[in-house]
């Protein structure tokens, strides 16, 4: 069964770092999307994207965030000067697109990012 | 805005009993609901949907939702419970989509179900 794969699964950065976080998703699916969830708290949205645009981002995603798909098969999270409250599991999702309320979004195993 | 209620931090069930996971929400317009579960070091993985129709759903591994329109909630349940079953269960709401048709969840502050031998 095709799956959402991330990598790394842990990635350990020190504050005002750079950071890519990337993502694979299945291979037929059009729309992307991040999550994070902080430890202990609940998963929230950060950004959806679609035909190479952003679709639609929360508050949380500042001008430090951005997303990208460089090829047919990536999706990346770039964080660009990393701080301590970023610290959380990066949830990259995708879902087949068809536009209508049928649509499930399919999750990664996620990648945990420590700032110290 | 659409949101969701997990009332319960944890549910503690004996193998073999049944379980319950509550959830309850609050939209305006139709409900679109989900259940995931999250095994440790694994992401979310999707366990079943209500749409429409039915009130009651079907999902994987022996799981069912119960949509109760007037109750306002979408309860997750399982008539008997595994150990193997252990593990942080999230309700999600999904919102309205985009022009682009994109769309996000609203999740739950999840459930952690352990189920003792």
């Known amino acids: 069964e095709p799956e959402v794969t991330q990598t790394p699964s842990h990635q350990v950065t020190q504050m005002g770092q750079e950071v890519i976080l990337r993502c694979v998703p299945i291979s037929n699916h059009l729309y992307f999307y991040w999550y994070r969830q902080i430890l202990g708290q609940k998963v929230e949205f950060l950004v959806s994207f679609y035909n190479n645009e952003i679709s639609e981002k929360s508050e949380i995603f500042d001008d430090q965030f951005s997303v990208e798909r460089p090829d047919g098969s990536n999706f990346t999270l770039k964080i660009r000067s990393t701080k301590l409250e970023d610290s959380a599991m990066y949830f990259c999702?995708?879902?087949?697109?068809?536009?209508?309320?049928?649509?499930?979004?399919?999750f990664g195993p996620g990648t945990r990012l420590t700032v110290l | 805005a659409q949101s969701v209620a997990q009332p319960e931090d944890q549910v503690n069930v004996a193998e073999g009993n049944p379980l319950t996971v509550k959830c309850t929400y609050s939209v305006s317009g139709n409900p679109y609901l989900f259940w995931y579960v999250q095994y440790p070091n694994r992401g979310l993985q999707f366990l079943l949907k209500y749409i429409t129709g039915d009130n009651l759903v079907k999902g994987s591994y022996g799981f069912e939702a119960e949509f109760n329109k007037s109750q306002t909630s979408f309860h997750l349940k399982k008539p008997s419970a595994l150990v193997s079953d252990s593990a942080l269960y999230f309700c999600a709401v999904r919102e309205t989509a985009t022009a682009s048709g994109t769309y996000k969840y609203i999740f739950g502050t999840g459930t952690r179900l352990k189920v003792l031998a």
């Open positions: 999702a995708s879902s087949l697109g068809t536009g209508d309320r049928t649509d499930t979004q399919y």
